[in-house]
């Protein structure tokens, strides 16, 4: 086990007490509001980095290909999915690929359809490429949340939808969908002519009892999918990580590969790649570590819920390091909740509006973080809420 207890000192801008306040109106709350983490990377890429910086030497170099074939490894060995190295597209992050692939693949004011609560910057990264957003709200059922397939067939027919933009596992509410979830949500796609675009950044933080199933791992997909991976939410590389399309399809690798190499958006940093192919190649450890940890953190969220604070629901998650926090019982307003949250328990979550209209109510919490930070931060809510 790795120090995952350490926590640096940083500028970083979950700190940062200018976002603090912008974001959260707040800038002395304890931190756990951004999808990034607090502990120190695996040891191999630190080293990977400290090997790269005494070498001293920054001219043109291409690392990319190994790159791509350490994911193509990574993939076989703990999903059993084939990848051909030669069809990913390297951009610098998921959300430049999916920026990239918008535009490849769709035309200006075709509807994008998205699951609410869903990661915010999905709005936006659709918005901001003048597509239309199609949200198709998650609902429960079951006692956890699920995709309303009547809803989204509904909008299917009357809509111009070109692309499903699907979060696997989601964030926020921490699903990881099951086999027979996305097999009718690929069938509908079919139906339907719609490219499902998959957003598997989270894929590798997945707990015991879930499987993690990519859209490339269904047979009958090859016509529509490009799926996208990082390591940056694996790996804790936020700040030096890659975004990583793929497709099986060469009409679409050729669009979006055009479009990405016309905007020289494929030239990433050697440091980055030297950094991410120490992750795949020599990470493993570390990230079966960390999903211990986290899973043990969300056993003893759920039990200090049940027991302590059971005006607080929670859904427990599949997946992500993210949980997804339902205040609704305490009927109050969203500005009175903000006001509990961060002024009376100086605790700073993301807001729950910010993921979906329907949810002022709930916060999102990373809890990538020391078990003692995420024990101290459930305390200072308790005892805000015991006033
Ligand atoms: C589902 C999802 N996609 C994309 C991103 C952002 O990825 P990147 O920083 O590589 O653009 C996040 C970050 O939280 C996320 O949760």
């Not at 801008?13 to 709350?29: H, Q, S, T």
């Not at 809803?151 to 009357?158: A, G």
């Not at 990082?230 to 099986?248: E, V």
């Not at 192919?277 to 759920?302: F, M, R």
Request: charge should be negative; proline fraction near 4%; include cysteine.
């Amino acid at each position: 086990m790795f120090d995952l207890e350490h926590n640096v000192e940083n500028y970083f801008v979950k700190n940062n007490p200018k976002y603090l306040k912008m974001v959260l109106g707040a800038d002395d709350v304890m931190p756990l509001w951004i999808a990034d983490m607090d502990f120190k990377v695996a040891p191999p890429i630190t080293e990977a980095l400290q090997d790269i910086v005494a070498r001293g030497v920054y001219a043109y170099e291409d690392i990319s290909p190994q790159v791509k074939q350490a994911i193509a490894d990574w993939n076989l060995e703990r999903h059993d999915l084939q990848m051909k190295p030669a069809n990913f597209i390297q951009v610098n992050g998921v959300l430049t690929a999916i920026a990239v692939i918008l535009r490849a693949l769709t035309e200006e004011g075709d509807g994008i359809m998205v699951q609410t609560p869903v990661y915010h910057q999905f709005f936006q990264v659709i918005k901001t490429a003048n597509r239309t957003i199609i949200d198709s709200p998650l609902k429960i059922e079951n006692g956890h949340y699920a995709f309303d397939f009547d809803d989204m067939e509904r909008q299917l027919k009357s809509g111009n939808t070109k692309v499903i933009l699907l979060c696997n596992p989601h964030n926020p509410v921490g699903r990881v969908w099951n086999r027979e979830e996305l097999q009718k949500l690929i069938h509908l796609a079919n139906q339907y002519n719609v490219i499902i675009v998959s957003d598997e950044v989270h894929s590798e933080i997945v707990f015991s009892n879930s499987k993690f199933h990519s859209i490339l791992s269904f047979e009958e997909t090859e016509k529509h999918i490009a799926v996208l991976g990082s390591p940056a939410k694996t790996f804790g590389m936020q700040s030096i990580a890659n975004g990583y399309i793929y497709t099986n399809n060469t009409t679409q690798f050729k669009q979006i590969n055009s479009l990405a190499t016309s905007m020289y958006l494929h030239q990433g940093g050697a440091l980055s790649a030297y950094a991410i192919l120490a992750a795949y190649t020599k990470g493993h450890t570390w990230v079966n570590d960390l999903v211990v940890y986290l899973e043990q953190t969300v056993n003893w969220i759920e039990e200090f819920l049940n027991t302590e604070l059971p005006q607080v629901k929670m859904i427990r998650p599949e997946g992500t390091y993210q949980i997804w926090l339902d205040f609704s019982a305490l009927d109050i307003s969203e500005t009175e909740l903000k006001d509990l949250v961060f002024n009376k328990a100086k605790v700073g979550l993301a807001l729950g509006s910010t993921f979906g209209s329907d949810y002022q109510l709930f916060m999102r919490m990373n809890i990538a973080s020391p078990f003692v930070k995420i024990q101290r931060a459930f305390r200072q809510l308790k005892a805000a809420m015991d006033g």
